[in-house]
């Protein structure tokens, strides 16, 4: 296959002659002078060579490791940390049997009806999860929980959400970072941030949150410590009498 070629002007007589266009200098096939490429006229040096393509899309990760920023391109399914060299999946994942694996993934991790994640620990950005785990749940950003979904073990999320006509019930406090409830939730919540309850929404249970943002026709049954600053994941919720909010 042929080099593509450019046309470059001689900067002493002016003659334009085709060079390969990786070429870093040349001789004037008229007048014999010697000459880089570089040294032509740029909008005609530049003529036949390709336009940049348009930018790639990139999204920013951090690496599991060093918690290092990395910004890798939408399709890539893994990269390397550029700082301690470890191994960052960005793969999706999909659960609809029985898993026994661990999982630390950058990217969206599913488990559907049927799906079970036995004895194993799992890290993704978005955890969606309407089958059952036996083991620990860590969604950095978002955790979607809907019915049939059971959960043997422990969970972290940094925003939990309970879609409309979805019900979740856990025994323990549930410490996040925020939240968005629109279905039915049975227990406590401390939260950094806000906690919306959507007008569908029935909660039963006691918050302590950084804010609460209610919707018309929710309905809250419990006791209220609103605009607390730095909530610790240990503070105990302080006594209060119930507050029932609804239609």
Same mark, same amino acid.
């Given at each position: 296959?042929?080099?593509?070629?450019?046309?470059?002007?001689?900067?002493?007589?002016?003659?334009?002659?085709? $060079?390969?266009?990786?070429?870093?200098?040349?001789?004037?096939?008229?007048?014999?002078?010697?000459?880089?490429?570089?040294? *032509?006229?740029? +909008?005609?040096?530049?003529?036949?060579?390709?336009?940049?393509?348009?930018?790639?899309?990139?999204?920013?990760?951090?690496?599991?490791?060093?918690?290092? $920023?990395?910004?890798?391109?939408?399709?890539?399914? #893994?990269?390397?940390?550029? @700082?301690? #060299? #470890?191994?960052?999946?960005?793969?999706?994942?999909?659960? @609809?049997?029985?898993?026994?694996?661990?999982?630390?993934?950058?990217?969206?991790?599913?488990?559907?009806?049927?799906?079970?994640?036995?004895?194993?620990?799992?890290?993704?950005?978005?955890?969606?999860?309407?089958?059952?785990?036996?083991?620990?749940?860590?969604? $950095?950003?978002?955790?979607? %929980?809907?019915?049939?979904?059971?959960?043997?073990?422990?969970?972290?999320?940094?925003?939990?959400?309970?879609? *409309?006509?979805?019900?979740?019930?856990?025994? +323990?406090?549930?410490?996040?970072?925020?939240?968005?409830?629109?279905? +039915?939730?049975?227990?406590?919540?401390?939260? +950094? !941030?806000?906690?919306?309850?959507? !007008?569908?929404?029935?909660?039963?249970?006691?918050?302590?949150?950084?804010?609460?943002?209610?919707?018309?026709?929710?309905?809250?049954?419990?006791?209220?410590?609103?605009?607390?600053?730095?909530v610790g994941m240990d503070q105990p919720?302080?006594?209060?009498?119930?507050? %029932?909010?609804? @239609?």
């Open positions: 296959m042929k080099a593509d070629k450019i046309t470059v002007p001689c900067p002493k007589c002016g003659h334009a002659q085709q $060079e390969p266009a990786s070429a870093y200098s040349t001789v004037c096939k008229k007048c014999g002078q010697h000459f880089r490429i570089q040294d *032509a006229p740029a +909008e005609v040096a530049s003529f036949g060579k390709a336009a940049p393509g348009p930018a790639k899309e990139t999204r920013r990760v951090s690496c599991f490791n060093c918690q290092t $920023e990395l910004d890798v391109p939408l399709a890539a399914q #893994s990269t390397m940390c550029k @700082r301690c #060299s #470890s191994h960052v999946d960005l793969k999706d994942y999909e659960v @609809r049997n029985t898993v026994s694996k661990n999982f630390k993934t950058k990217g969206r991790f599913v488990i559907e009806q049927g799906g079970c994640l036995l004895n194993t620990d799992c890290t993704a950005t978005t955890i969606i999860l309407r089958g059952k785990v036996i083991g620990k749940l860590v969604a $950095e950003q978002t955790l979607e %929980i809907y019915d049939g979904s059971e959960i043997k073990g422990q969970f972290q999320a940094g925003h939990l959400v309970i879609p *409309a006509g979805n019900h979740f019930r856990w025994n +323990e406090t549930i410490r996040v970072k925020s939240a968005r409830i629109e279905g +039915e939730l049975v227990g406590n919540i401390v939260a +950094e !941030g806000t906690v919306q309850i959507g !007008g569908s929404a029935r909660v039963f249970g006691d918050l302590a949150v950084g804010g609460v943002i209610m919707e018309p026709g929710a309905v809250l049954v419990g006791q209220m410590q609103i605009g607390l600053k730095n919720m302080k006594a209060g009498k119930p507050t %029932i909010l609804a @239609r």
